[in-house]
């Protein structure tokens, strides 16, 4: 065990577990997601979700990982020999595979964006908008794949470096930065004309999209944001010392993720008001309405190219986790070389995602269960293997630990301990139980 690479101090951990949080899941996704589903009862609905359900089994894979200071699979292995547990690593482990094989093709759109800013050529042609430009980006086959293979290049480059020298580095720089651009860009977009029209759209609740659907999307975007269910931070934890306070960590990954989330939507909404947009644009609504706000900013062409270069470091500290996972669980035990493996499975995942990359130009004709390649491996990641996942990881940390190991492990008050408790063995398992089968019907 003294072999293995850890993190080298508390916050290089909770930056670490918060850089695979915060990503894309809040940037991207939350505003689009919230933006077609009624906006203000999907966002009370989203941190419902956090907070009852995704926390806490958030704090129980730290726990799992923790104590079993290995990756995913071995983890369990050794804590419950003899059983089919550390399937569930295995079936993390293709989740975040197929996770990243989406994911990449957005992380390639940032870089197609971030190309076009640094020549200054992120613009609409004339009589064109920021929604065709974008169309117009996407829909290029060759453009689509190149990008995404570069941004999976670079997190093969990050993860092959290990803990201390890429992930921990990488993570540090990046929140407190993220965090100011976003102030300066909320405060721009609240102060256009219209804007209040976006503010009531994330805070007065239209009851209306109050539906299981609403809440199946809601459940699924909180466990997309903190990346739970796939064992990622099972094996971040494995990482992390006897002494950290992990209920602590918890919360402060939550409650930055959705800071991080409300300001991402106070900046899209009240400028998609503001600025004549609908909020139902789908995958492409940031990607539309960030560009269109810079443009109302003094040196908005400099500042757009500042917030691309933050929004891909946001993106690779997400995407060096999934890619974590997968290679910790095939080095194993074994004395497998890091950089071979992480070559493999980064090429690997690449190839799988080709069809999600074509899925919006010369592919957009095929349909699975009427929906795009894309937003197949989507649904079936984040509505169903994250939700199920998750169901038997709080199985397992609330059952199968005894109460003296996991009261040692999460180290606090009795109140927070018997409130996680809970949550744990009753709430989450329940509540995930019937969203998931209203949802899904
Ligand atoms: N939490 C990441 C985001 O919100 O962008 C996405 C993610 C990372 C999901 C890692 C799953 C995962 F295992």
């Known amino acids: 065990m003294s072999s293995r690479d850890q993190f080298t101090t508390k916050i290089g951990f909770v930056l670490a577990a918060a850089g695979s949080a915060i990503g894309l899941g809040a940037i991207w996704k939350f505003p689009y997601m919230a933006g077609s589903n009624g906006g203000s009862v999907f966002i009370l609905l ?12 958030l ?22 020999p003899h059983t089919p547990w550390y399937m569930v690593g295995y079936m993390g482990m293709i989740m975040a595979a197929l996770i990243l094989s989406f994911y990449s093709v957005v992380g390639g759109w940032i870089l197609s964006y971030l190309g076009r800013a640094v020549r200054f050529a992120l613009k609409p042609a004339e ?21 995404q293979g570069l941004f999976i290049l670079l997190t093969i480059v990050i993860v092959q470096a290990g803990i201390k020298g890429g992930i921990e580095k990488a993570s540090k720089f990046m929140m407190p930065a993220l965090f100011i651009f976003f102030i300066i860009l909320v405060v721009r977009s609240l102060t256009l004309d ?23 999307l809601a459940l699924g975007q909180a466990f997309f944001t903190l990346s739970v269910g796939v064992s990622v931070m099972i094996t971040y934890a494995s990482y992390l010392g006897k002494n950290e306070n992990i209920g602590s960590a918890g919360i402060n990954v939550a409650i930055m993720n959705i800071l991080i989330s409300l300001l991402a939507g106070l900046v899209i909404f009240p400028a998609v008001f503001a600025l004549g947009y609908t909020p139902d644009q789908g995958p492409g609504l940031a990607f539309i309405i960030i560009p269109a706000v810079f443009e109302q900013l003094p040196m908005g062409g400099l500042f757009l190219i500042i917030f691309f270069i933050l929004l891909l470091f946001a993106t690779i500290t ?10 910790s669980i095939a080095i194993g035990d074994r004395k497998a070389s890091r950089v071979r493996i992480a070559w493999i499975g980064g090429l690997l995942i690449f190839i799988i995602g080709i069809p999600s990359a074509l899925s919006f130009g010369i592919w957009s004709h095929i349909s699975i269960f009427g929906k795009s390649i894309f937003d197949a491996v989507d649904f079936l990641t984040n509505n169903i293997g994250m939700p199920l996942g998750a169901l ?16 040692q492990e999460l180290n606090t008050t009795n109140v927070m301990y018997y409130t996680w408790l809970a949550l744990i063995r009753v709430v989450s398992p329940i509540a995930i139980l019937i969203i998931f089968i209203q949802g899904i019907k």
Do not use: H
């Open 46 to 57: 989203f941190i419902a979700c956090i907070f009852f359900i995704s926390l806490p089994v």
């Open 194 to 216: 219209g804007a209040m029209e976006g503010v009531r759209f994330m805070f007065v609740p239209n009851w209306e999209f109050l539906t299981a659907k609403t809440f199946l």
């Open 318 to 327: 997400s995407s060096i986790s999934m890619l974590e996972i997968v290679v």
């Open 59 to 80: 704090i129980a894979e730290f726990m799992i990982g923790r104590r079993g200071q290995k990756d995913a699979v071995t983890s369990f292995k050794e804590q419950v």
């Open 127 to 147: 009589g064109e908008t920021f929604a065709s430009l974008f169309t117009s980006i996407i829909q290029n086959p060759w453009e689509a794949v190149f990008v």
């Open 392 to 407: 038997l990881i709080s199985i397992f940390a609330g059952y199968y630990y005894r109460i003296e190991i996991s009261k």
